[in-house]
Structures are given as structure tokens and as C-alpha cells.
């Protein structure tokens, strides 16, 4: 059951520029993006810093406005609703920020800050809500009584546990994870890693989980979208995508990251030179053309659409 | 289920004396405000009456009998002196409440709500370029004079300032995470703005009025010197030291004493406000 | 490998402490190591285990306001570093020892230009002429594969990307023939891509130049791709040295072991990450016993009341730890 679909989502950012300030460009930071997302099932958007996978998280939230394309969430279209038409349907899709420490207004007690939204839908208030507040925290592994304090009281886990309490408080139905762990040290990542497994089991939340870390996704993720200067350029399972890649972009990605393990070292150098263009500015064509070490004439004049090259596999390349 | 064992770090207990150790511009200005305003407050209760002539007594220079000296009228300067400090006091105190709380209104506003920002910062531009003493003069010759008039006119061009600084800190804080975070949990404009940016907003407004504080009651002393401001017979620094002007050869102590006053109270004002903009700037707080 | 004559950085018992207003900071609590000419040190672990802090000290880099290095010595070619007028230090800085750093844009000035930065390191330390030093930049931009290399001497930081700016960084630090590289983090702010390019580019010019390498990295990935031998770190203590592949074959410490078993790994399927209970204890207070003990899971009374012994399991593999039998 999809509860959660975009179609041809498109975020471009105004530049402006000169004297009187007029546009003089945009950067497309999120170029005509397609995917779903059902019922229990994590989808991680990943790619290198630019590519616009944290805008795509905003604007499906709708705490920026889409230029073009439709966001269906629990089958109604959310994509033109005005901020006070989108409130009633915050309760079904909370999100999860990167950074505990400015994701908490620091000078709310825990408590407040958790049991927010429980008053904003009127679902609980005065002692209800406390009793509520002092479940969810035990749920995610904090003691009741820490309720009382604040947010620089914390360790870093300890805030991302109550960013996970804040979102589960309404009882969503899709959760937005803006990079929930690259803040965090190792031994504590895997405290919050397990604790997201936990909950999408008990509740059958939906994930749209954004990191870099391919290593993460790999982990947590059911299936995976590679993003690129605002487009997705492969989208398949998990499995597919770790044992056959196929486009050039996720082999590079994959070929780049280490591996713990000293007996394999990345046998080849790495497959991909040069930085990522400007989104403001990007290449013609197939966007990755400029470091794709397969790029052919066609690559560099026309767009590659996202294709069904096998079930459930969908690839952006004219090679494949 | 997750392990609950994470322990957190201990909290220190607040101590004055380290916090009078820590903080000791703001220990030094808080002190010697409340001593200024104990002497406005309970002063005039054991001085005599500041209007009381007696030219038989004119120019007399400190002693013990005038511990100020007393005036061409022969009045007790250190009388009127201490009821001069109701009048800096009031004007400071007032202008430094009424800009606060208007000046926080339209910056919250500004800063907020992005579709009236442009409009209402042009505004405060132009207000601000008036000069507050033409003002007053203008108002003053419109009106009778006062100390409400002069207090208005001394408001008008300060707001702007209070604006500015409010609505940089709301643009400050509308880009922070935990604001997209409290939208994101279906908080709503009011309570967003009440509970999350206003208290934030607190803080530098605190600092800024301390300021407005020290310049209204400059402008005060300006203005009555002038003539512009609170009616002369009521003794206020700025009417003391104007009236003292033309003495000033032989009896200086009626221009250096209530100017010494006056410094001494901005002093004060001024460095509270430096103590509070230190200690309430997290980036400074922060040192170890 | 540690001990011998070889060793051309020896680090024994060092101690560096902080004030702060919660009290005096343990960072460094005895830590001791050795670097071979021309070799890769791994120093893993997580944030506030002291990894940076020992960095700094080597460098003499600590704030005198607030730290201090309280005891022990730091060697480097036989000479005394902890005692070193800051003169001496300063010649030795960004030439004989260079250091880079996680963020490249906070550590090159803004105003002025890539080339006139490298350049200015070289004369100041190599003292030849302004022409000569020009040369030697765009010979070391060239070296770190920045094309174009003329036309970027005369560039400013922010007209680079963030993988470029470390590869200047690298420059600068190389531009003297160090004999020892320290790199704090060097590509914790790059995305993947870019971090495999920089590691290639470090290991290659360790190979042209010899040049003996710090890395300071919390990402075992990075320390099993490009390092020769790994101390892990835990509190301020060194709980760990081994060779990388005896590191990793083998772990030891029950941190190390936590460590490994809970990151997730792109090459296996892993049912379940395990998790290390609790938090790094406070530096503030002395730790007595292990400092690891409250979050071990094979602690005894012995590992809360006495401080572990160094257990050496031969082949140059060391272990804080009561529990590892030599």
C-alpha cells in the first residue's frame, strides 16, 4: 500500500542578482524526481552534498513550496495546499533532522519540546499529555524523568532519540530522516540505527531515509535512490543495487567508499575525477557526463529518462 | 528495548557570589542603578522642597549646610538635584519600556512576516533619520510642554532602533532547524511566534533598551538645556545645569554637580548593558 | 615496529589537560607511541577520546589560557619538543612536522591568494628567493593534481570546491619536504567521491616523498584503507595498537570489538548493528580502573577498582585490558 508518491518533482531556487535584485537564474536543485514509498518500507535517498536530496525531504514536507510535480501522501494531493489546508495533514508525516543540537529550541524543557505536538492536534493535553510524553520517552530509551530538562543537558544520541520521540508523538505514517546519524560517533549511530528498525516494525512506518552514507542505507534501507544534481539516476532494491549496479554514478560511489577491512583496499583508484558541477549551472545532457569515464557523444546532448531496464530496476543511462 | 543507562552530566548550582565574580560590569552598573533609583524613589521623602526661594542664600557654594551649594534663587541644589534624578529616571525608564514593547511588536513582525518587512522597514528608515530634538522642539511648540511630550518625542525616533535589532535576531532564528522542526509538528503562526521566537528575541532586546535608556535620558537633559523639554520650573538635571549656564564662572558646582549625576547614571545604564550583551551573547557565554 | 632507532616521532606518557569551568579535562591520559620513517599511523576513535588533542600537543598547538601538556615527553628525530623554545617550534612548524586539517577553509587565510600562501610557507621556512618560491607552488599544485596549476596560483580560497581546497592544504603542508605529515580528519567534510581521490592522492605522495603520516580519523574504513599500524584511543587512554591486519582480523580491546561489530558494513548484510550501552565517561573526574568498564560487557570488579595493565600479545599488538592473556 503506498502511502507516500511523488511524480516530477521539481524545486528550482531563484537567483538573483545585479542592482535591482532581478532573477538572473535558477538553481535546480531538485529536477523532475518520481518515487513511492508503502507502507513499512524504508526508502533512502542517496548523494554527495548538492545533489538535492535534503530539498526533496523539505519539500515533500512542505516547508518549502514545489515549482512543479504532485506529492500524493495517503492517497490526497498535498502539493498546492496553503500552509493552514497542510496542517491537519502534518499529523501523517513527521520528519527527523540531522543535527540534534539546533533541531531543539534551547529554552524549552525536553518534555515541552516532545509533547508539542500533541497539543498543536489536540490530542492530549495537561497530564494526559505528560503521561503520553513520559511513554514515548521510554519508549525511545530516555528516562521519564528527563523530561524536565533541556536540551544542552544532553548528549548528542540522547537529542536524536528525542527528535525520534517528537516525531512519533502524532503517530505518522511517514517518517522524513534528514541524515538522523551522520552527526553521531559510531557506537552510538548503531544505538539509533537499531531504534529506527525497532519502531518501523512495531508501528509499520514508512521511511524516506536521506544520508551520503551508502554504508547506512545499505542497513537500514529496503530500497535506494541515487540522486544527482536533482535527479534520480538509479532507483532499484537494495540487493540489486549493491550486487549489480548499473549506472556509472552508483558504481563510482560504491567503488569509492571504504570498506573496514584492511585485507580489501579499494583495488582500482578512484573511477571518478574532478568535482560535481555547479547545480546552478548543470552540464547538458546526462548531468554526469562530465566525469563519467563511459560518456559517449549522445551522453553530453541528450537527457537519459529514468527507464525500467529490469522489474522494480529503474536507470537513468543511455548505456544500459 | 534500547538501554537506558546514558548518564548525564552534572549540573553546576548557581552561586551568587560567582556570579558577582564572574559578571563584575554588570555587578558594578546594577548597583549603582538601584542606588540612583532608591534615591529617586524614597529621596525626595527627606529633602526639603525643591522650589523653596530664599535669595538671601543665592550662590552659596557647598558646605555643610548646602551639601550642593544652592542656585541663583537661592534654592538647595542638593534638594533639587535628587529630584532631578525622578525626572532622568522616569524619561529613561519609560522611553527604554515604551520602544521595547513597540519596537518588538513591528520587528517580530518584520522579521516573521516577510510580505510586510519590506514596507515597514522604509518606514523606520525615514523615522529614524528625524533628529529626536527637532522633534521634540516641533512637538513641544505644537503642544503644551511635558514630561508625556517629551517622552513621545524621545520614543518616536528610538523604535527604529529596537526594530532593527529584533528583527535581525527573528531572521536569525526563522533559519534555525527547531523552528522548521516546530512547523514540521504542526505548531501555528501564533504560538511558533510566542513560544519559540519571542523568548529568543529576549535577550539582545534587554541589551538594546539599556542603551535606549542611556541615550532618552542624554536627550532629556539635552532637550530641557535647550528649553525644549520638561517646563523649567520643574527641576530636572537639564533645567538645573541650564539655568546654572549663566553663573557658570562663579558658582560652577550648579553645572558640574547634576552633570555629574547624569554621567554617573548613563555610566550605570551603560555598563549593564555591556555586562548583559557579554553575558547573554552565547558566542562570548561560551569561553571557558 | 615501536621502539626501534628507526622511530622518528616517539610520544611516551603524555598527558594534556584543559581547564574549564566543570574542572581540570584529563584530554590526554597517558598516552604513548611511536612513528617509523615514511610510515602510516592510524589514530582512531570517537569524538573527545583526545585524538585531536594529542595532534595539537605534538604541534604544541594547545591555547596556553586554557591547556596545557602536564607531563611526559614527545620526541621527534631524538629532540625534546615539550621544552622547545616557541622559536625553534615555529621553524619546525609547516616544515620539518606539517599538519592538516578536517576543514580547509578555516585554516587558509581568505584574502589572500592559494599561490602567495604556499609561497610564503617556503620562503619563510626554506628561505629562497620570491621567485623561486612562486616555482615551488605551482611545482606542488601540479604535484596534487590541480590542473591548470599557473592559472590557480593566483586564485582565492572560496573560488574552490572543497575537495580542491584540501588538495591546496596538502600542498601548503608538503611544500617544505616534512618529514612527518599530521592529518586531523583530512576527509571527514568531503563527500565519498572526492575522499577516495584525496586518500589516493595522500598515499601516492607518500610513496614520491617519504614523507612518515599521522592520520586522525574516528571512520575505521578510512584506517583499514590507508594505514600501516592503528592506535585506538578511548578517553583520553591508548586501549589498542596493533598492525592494521592484525587490528582487524583480530581485535582485542572489547571497545575495539564494539567498535567494529557496530558499523554497518557496505560489504555484508548484518542482521543487527550491535550497540555499546551507555556513554563516554566524564573527563573530569579521575577514572579509576578501566575507563572502558562501565560499558564493557566482559567487566569484572578487578576493571572498576585497578587501573588494566598494557598486555602485549606480540607482534607489536598491544591491549589495555585486564581480561586479553599475552
Not at chain 1, 534551547?106 to 499529555?129: S, W
Not at chain 2, 517622552?151 to 532593527?164: G, K, S, T
Not at chain 3, 591486519?245 to 583480530?250: G, H, R, S, T
Amino acid at each position: 500500500m503506498t502511502v507516500l508518491a511523488v511524480d516530477k518533482l521539481v524545486k528550482h531556487f531563484p537567483i538573483h542578482g545585479g542592482l535591482l535584485q532581478r532573477q538572473v537564474g535558477s538553481v535546480k536543485a531538485v529536477d523532475g524526481v518520481s518515487f513511492s514509498i508503502a507502507k513499512g518500507e524504508t526508502l533512502g535517498l542517496v548523494g554527495e552534498s548538492g545533489c538535492g536530496k535534503s530539498t526533496v525531504g523539505k519539500t515533500i514536507l512542505k516547508l518549502i513550496e514545489p515549482t512543479a510535480g504532485r506529492i500524493v501522501l495517503g492517497g490526497e494531493d498535498i502539493t498546492a495546499l496553503k500552509p493552514g489546508a497542510m496542517w491537519p495533514h502534518r499529523r501523517r508525516i513527521q520528519t527527523i533532522f540531522q543535527d540534534p543540537y539546533s533541531s531543539m529550541n534551547p529554552r524549552l524543557p525536553a518534555g515541552t519540546i516532545v509533547g508539542e505536538p500533541l497539543e498543536n492536534f489536540g490530542i492530549a493535553q495537561g497530564r494526559a499529555r505528560d503521561e503520553r510524553v513520559a511513554a514515548l520517552f521510554e519508549r525511545v530509551g530516555l528516562r521519564p524523568e528527563a523530561m524536565r530538562k533541556y536540551a544542552h543537558e544532553f548528549s548528542g544520541g540522547q537529542r536524536q532519540r528525542l527528535g525520534i520521540a517528537k516525531a512519533l508523538a502524532v503517530s505518522p505514517e511517514v517518517i522524513v530522516a534528514d541524515e538522523p546519524v551522520s552527526a553521531l560517533d559510531v557506537s552510538v549511530q548503531a544505538q539509533v540505527l537499531n531504534l529506527l528498525i525497532d519502531l518501523q516494525a512495531e508501528y509499520g512506518l514508512a521511511y524516506l531515509f536521506i544520508s551520503h552514507d551508502l554504508a547506512v542505507m545499505r542497513h537500514i534501507s529496503h530500497r535506494i535512490a541515487v540522486m544527482y544534481l536533482g535527479r534520480i539516476v538509479e532507483l532499484t532494491d537494495k540487493r540489486t543495487l549493491f550486487a549489480r549496479p548499473l549506472h556509472p554514478y552508483t558504481e563510482a560511489l560504491l567503488s569509492a567508499a571504504t570498506v573496514p577491512d584492511p585485507r580489501r583496499r579499494r583495488a582500482k583508484k578512484a573511477i571518478v575525477q574532478g568535482d560535481v558541477p555547479s547545480p546552478a549551472k548543470p552540464p547538458p545532457g546526462c548531468h554526469f557526463h562530465t566525469r563519467c569515464p563511459y560518456a559517449v557523444a549522445d551522453c553530453k546532448v541528450k537527457d537519459p529518462p529514468l527507464r525500467e531496464v529490469a522489474p522494480g530496476h529503474h536507470v537513468a543511462c543511455h548505456l544500459r | 528495548m534500547v538501554a537506558i543507562t546514558e548518564d548525564l552530566p552534572p549540573q553546576r548550582r548557581f552561586s551568587l557570589a560567582t556570579a558577582i565574580r564572574r559578571n563584575p560590569t554588570i555587578t558594578f552598573g546594577a548597583v549603582l542603578l538601584f542606588l540612583l533609583i532608591a534615591v529617586a524613589i524614597v529621596g525626595p521623602s527627606f529633602v526639603g522642597d525643591p522650589l523653596k526661594i530664599a535669595p538671601v542664600n543665592r550662590l552659596r557654594p557647598p558646605s555643610e549646610r548646602w551639601w550642593f551649594g544652592t542656585d541663583q534663587f537661592g534654592r538647595d541644589l542638593f534638594t533639587r538635584t535628587v529630584y532631578g534624578s525622578r525626572v532622568s529616571l522616569i524619561v529613561g525608564l519609560s522611553v527604554a519600556a515604551i520602544s521595547s514593547v513597540l519596537g518588538l511588536a513591528l520587528g517580530l513582525a518584520c522579521g516573521y512576516f516577510r510580505a510586510i518587512d519590506g514596507f515597514v522597514m522604509r518606514i523606520m528608515d525615514g523615522v529614524m533619520a528625524i533628529p529626536s530634538i527637532l522633534l521634540a522642539i516641533a512637538l513641544i511648540t505644537l503642544t503644551r510642554p511635558g514630561l508625556g511630550i517629551v517622552i513621545v518625542a524621545i520614543v518616536i525616533p528610538e523604535v527604529p532602533r529596537i526594530v532593527r535589532v529584533v528583527r535581525a535576531v527573528v531572521l536569525g532564528i526563522r533559519a534555525q532547524p527547531y523552528i522548521e522542526s516546530a512547523i514540521a509538528g504542526g505548531t501555528r503562526h501564533i504560538k511558533l511566534l510566542w513560544r519559540h521566537v519571542l523568548p529568543n528575541t529576549l535577550a539582545p532586546l534587554i541589551v538594546q533598551a539599556t542603551y535606549v535608556c542611556a541615550s532618552a535620558m542624554l536627550i532629556e537633559a539635552s532637550l530641557s538645556f535647550l528649553g525644549a523639554g520638561v517646563p523649567p520650573e520643574v527641576p530636572s538635571w537639564g533645567n538645573i545645569i541650564a539655568q546654572g549656564r549663566t553663573f557658570f564662572q562663579i558658582a560652577p558646582w550648579s553645572i558640574l554637580i547634576p552633570g555629574g549625576f547624569l554621567a554617573l547614571t548613563v555610566l550605570a545604564v551603560n555598563l549593564l548593558g555591556d555586562g548583559l550583551r557579554d553575558r547573554l551573547d552565547p558566542r562570548l557565554a561560551r569561553r571557558l | 615496529m615501536s621502539g626501534n632507532s628507526g622511530g622518528i616521532l616517539e610520544v611516551r606518557d603524555l598527558h594534556t589537560q584543559f581547564n574549564t569551568l566543570d574542572g581540570v579535562v584529563r584530554a590526554v591520559d597517558g598516552v604513548s607511541f611511536d612513528l617509523a620513517r615514511g610510515e602510516t599511523l592510524g589514530i582512531v576513535g570517537e569524538s573527545g577520546c583526545g585524538k585531536s588533542v594529542t595532534a595539537l600537543s605534538i604541534l604544541r598547538l594547545i591555547p596556553p589560557e586554557t591547556g596545557r601538556i602536564a607531563s611526559g615527553s614527545i620526541k621527534f628525530e631524538g629532540e625534546e619538543l615539550t621544552t622547545l623554545g616557541e622559536e625553534a617550534m615555529k621553524r619546525l612548524r609547516g616544515h620539518r612536522i606539517s599538519m592538516i586539517f578536517q576543514e580547509p577553509m578555516t585554516s587558509l587565510n581568505p584574502v589572500l591568494t592559494v599561490g602567495t600562501q604556499i609561497a610564503e610557507n617556503v620562503t619563510r621556512h626554506l628561505g629562497v628567493s620570491k621567485k623561486a618560491a612562486r616555482e615551488r607552488a605551482c611545482e606542488m599544485l601540479d604535484l596534487v593534481r590541480i590542473a591548470d596549476a599557473r592559472r590557480r596560483l593566483d586564485e582565492y580560497p572560496h573560488q574552490l570546491s572543497g575537495g580542491m581546497r584540501q588538495r591546496v592544504m596538502i600542498a601548503m603542508a608538503l611544500s617544505c619536504d616534512p618529514q612527518v605529515l599530521i592529518a586531523d580528519e583530512p576527509t571527514t567534510a568531503l563527500d565519498v567521491t572526492i575522499q577516495a581521490q584525496i586518500l589516493d592522492l595522500m598515499l601516492d605522495l607518500k610513496e614520491k616523498t617519504g614523507t612518515a603520516i599521522v592520520l586522525i580519523t574516528h571512520d575505521l574504513g578510512v584506517v583499514a584503507e590507508t594505514t600501516q599500524r592503528v592506535v585506538v584511543m578511548y578517553a583520553g587512554r591508548k586501549v589498542e595498537e596493533a598492525p592494521v591486519e592484525a587490528l582487524f582480523d583480530n581485535p582485542l580491546h572489547p571497545y575495539t570489538r564494539g567498535l567494529m561489530a557496530a558499523i554497518p558494513r557496505l560489504d555484508v548484510d548484518a542482521p543487527r548493528l550491535q550497540e555499546i550501552p551507555g556513554m563516554v565517561p566524564l573527563l573530569t573526574r579521575p577514572i579509576v580502573g578501566c575507563a572502558f568498564a562501565a560499558r564493557c560487557p566482559i567487566a569484572t570488579e578487578r576493571c572498576r577498582t585497578a587501573a588494566p595493565p598494557m598486555v602485549d600479545v606480540g607482534g607489536g599488538h598491544t591491549a589495555l585490558c585486564w581480561e586479553v592473556t599475552p
